[in-house]
């Protein structure tokens, strides 16, 4: 981030163009259809935050360069060059408007990725110096401290020898061999104890091995939020080398979206090489050991309960039914949002959106459309499984005076774990 | 220059003309497109996308999202209209499906003349209907450029001019059909420059939106 100039972020831009972006420039004819598939215009009314407007300026980068008539355009003087001042214009629209949570990119007539384009539209702002000051501290944290909020190993450990003494049971921290490689989000630390005591239970119930790495704890990933590849490479490595450094066969994502986009999805291209060992979701182990039968739950839950799905765990990460087969073996009034799974509303904070406090105030508007959608069916209780989600829920719902609790999944089923005396005997 | 002298060359040397120039433009424009190239996926995934990106390609012709469609019936009704009109219009009247087979030497059955009328009618009411929505409201306003309105110009007068010299209307018909094939190959010349070209890139940007979403495990 030092060093930024119009030129480098430029320079950033034309790095990122590729086949698919120049299809998709190609193939849009302005309908607008995107603009309605996105919570901050549907919840604003701001034409400004129509999805493809939010790429105008690298359009325009793309057409002046890579398109015949826009070259002879540029060379008659008669294209219009982007400039600083339009970049920063810009910023709030591409990091403050945006979630990238992808719902413009599944509505799009002509097949446009949209948000494809806007994570790598921000690698150009990010290079020439216009993100945002909340993201720019979250990521030099990150670098720094390893962790965005500054949470360090040493609060990690405190909460884990509190979790120790509440379950009666052995936090592993650098066990080598162990088969999951646990991850934590710094918002789970401060906020959501209740996740590290979840897993540490579940974990001990299903026998099977996990450890945590002092090295590396921290899945989030700053880096791909406010679009620098070399950053989120080195964020992404340093699990990738205690992953390896302990010979751990899964690196289980928490309950974070992002996180899991991170390393599952953009790890491996960001650092160069495929991982030797799989990157799991925590709901992916969950389900799984749901299905080998090591996850006996006992219990249901009688109000009406919904899943929020985390769009970059969902939409753009594929892990669609196990939240659902697993909120279904406990909670009797399972109901589903009008719009759910795929097509799912944002939380309205994601994307890097709840690390920038310039868009505080327009995240609780796009906020609106999760109210309406959670009034529409009448929910009592709102699951989830991304900290950052959650976070942004229960702010939303408390502006809104709206009560209804939000819960964890991770932490719902380890509230349902079968007491260990009734296991023998127990086949499914 | 009078009438037909002006069809013959429409007829001829510019229909040749136009054809060269929308074919070069073509390959052009797919290689500005495909020589940018793409960098591989080394993350495991979970499908190949193929299957996933075929499947966007076809059901994205057809809207899957509830809360757009509600929101936005007029675009969909009149986009849909619009593009069925011209395309039957193009291609299944049967002067020119016959001009087609004495290019190409491959030919299709028509849809009777009468039916191919009402669908340009229908054609040309949506695509002025579009034009009054695109200036009209504000995200359409913003987002709009020359472009858009150049394309919409070159689609709308082969539409007209068709539908005038079919019926005969106000002017000397070898001037309307001439006019009628020289507004055509307008839109020809213009297409692999302009985003009149979405008609086949967006072939592309479907396949690459599907199949990226479907090596995650998602139908897009």
């Known amino acids: 981030m030092s060093g930024a100039s119009l030129e480098r972020g430029l320079q950033a831009l034309r790095e990122q163009m590729d086949t698919p972006v120049a299809a998709f420039f190609s193939s849009c004819v302005h309908c607008g259809l995107c603009a309605e598939a996105c919570l901050f215009y549907t919840e604003t009314g701001d034409p400004r935050y129509t999805p493809i407007h939010k790429l105008e300026p690298m359009r325009r980068l793309w057409e002046q360069e890579y398109t015949l008539p826009g070259r002879l355009k540029k060379a008659l003087g008669l294209a219009r060059p982007v400039t600083d001042e339009e970049l920063e214009a810009w910023r709030p629209l591409v990091y403050d408007a945006c979630t990238l949570c992808g719902r413009c990119s599944l509505v799009c007539p002509v097949g446009n990725d949209l948000v494809y384009m806007i994570r790598k539209f921000r690698e150009g702002m990010a290079a020439a110096g216009h993100a945002p000051e909340g993201l720019i501290g979250a990521t030099t944290r990150a670098v720094k401290t390893g962790s965005p909020m500054g949470v360090t190993l040493k609060a990690l450990q405190a909460q884990a020898r509190h979790v120790e003494q509440e379950t009666g049971l052995e936090i592993p921290f650098d066990r080598e061999g162990a088969e999951y490689l646990v991850l934590m989000s710094s918002m789970e630390v401060i906020n959501y104890p209740e996740y590290l005591a979840a897993i540490t239970r579940i974990f001990h119930r299903a026998g099977k091995s996990w450890t945590i790495s002092s090295e590396a704890f921290e899945a989030t990933n700053s880096g791909i939020q406010i679009g620098v590849s070399d950053i989120a490479a080195e964020l992404v490595q340093r699990v990738v080398d205690a992953a390896e450094k302990l010979k751990v066969k899964t690196v289980v994502s928490p309950e974070c979206g992002h996180a899991y986009m991170a390393l599952r999805w953009e790890g491996p291209n960001l650092v160069g090489r495929s991982f030797g060992f799989e990157v799991k979701h925590i709901l992916e182990v969950l389900d799984e050991l749901r299905r080998e039968g090591c996850l006996p739950l006992e219990g249901q839950e009688t109000v009406r309960m919904t899943f929020h799905d985390p769009c970059q765990l969902v939409r753009r990460g594929g892990v669609v039914e196990p939240p659902r087969n697993l909120l279904r073996t406990v909670a009797a009034e399972f109901v589903e949002m009008n719009d759910h799974g795929t097509t799912n509303w944002c939380c309205g904070a994601g994307g890097g959106v709840s690390a920038n406090e310039e868009a505080d105030e327009l995240r609780l508007k796009a906020f609106h459309r999760k109210k309406r959608q959670l009034e529409e069916i009448g929910a009592e209780a709102l699951v989830t499984a991304c900290a950052n989600c959650r976070i942004q829920l229960e702010e939303g719902l408390e502006a809104n005076e709206m009560e209804i609790p939000v819960i964890g999944l991770t932490e719902l089923l380890a509230d349902h774990l079968a007491a260990a005396e009734q296991e023998s005997g127990e086949s499914s | ?220």
């Open chain 2, 1 to 220: 220059m009078d009438a037909a002298e002006l069809l013959l060359w429409a007829r001829g040397p510019g229909l040749l003309l136009a054809v060269g120039i929308f074919l070069f433009g073509m390959l052009l424009k797919l290689a500005e497109i495909l020589l940018l190239g793409r960098e591989r996926n080394l993350a495991p995934v979970r499908a190949s996308g193929v299957g996933a990106g075929f499947r966007t390609v076809f059901r994205r012709s057809f809207s899957m999202d509830r809360s757009s469609l509600k929101t936005s019936l007029f675009v969909h009704l009149a986009g849909y209209a619009f593009h069925l009109g011209l395309l039957a219009a193009i291609f299944l009247y049967t002067p020119h499906v016959q001009l087609f087979g004495a290019l190409t030497g491959l030919t299709w059955p028509a849809l009777p003349s009468p039916v191919v009328d009402l669908l340009t009618v229908i054609a040309l009411v949506s695509l002025m209907a579009l034009l009054w929505h695109r200036l009209t409201t504000p995200v359409l306003r913003l987002i709009s450029t020359g472009q858009d309105y150049l394309a919409w110009a070159l689609s709308f007068f082969p539409l007209l001019t068709g539908y005038m010299a079919y019926h005969h209307l106000w002017f000397d018909y070898d001037w309307l059909l001439a006019i009628h094939i020289l507004s055509a190959e307008l839109l020809l010349v213009f297409f692999p420059f302009t985003k009149l070209s979405h008609a086949v890139t967006l072939f592309m940007a479907r396949w690459y939106n599907g199949m990226m979403a479907g090596q995650r495990g998602v139908q897009s």
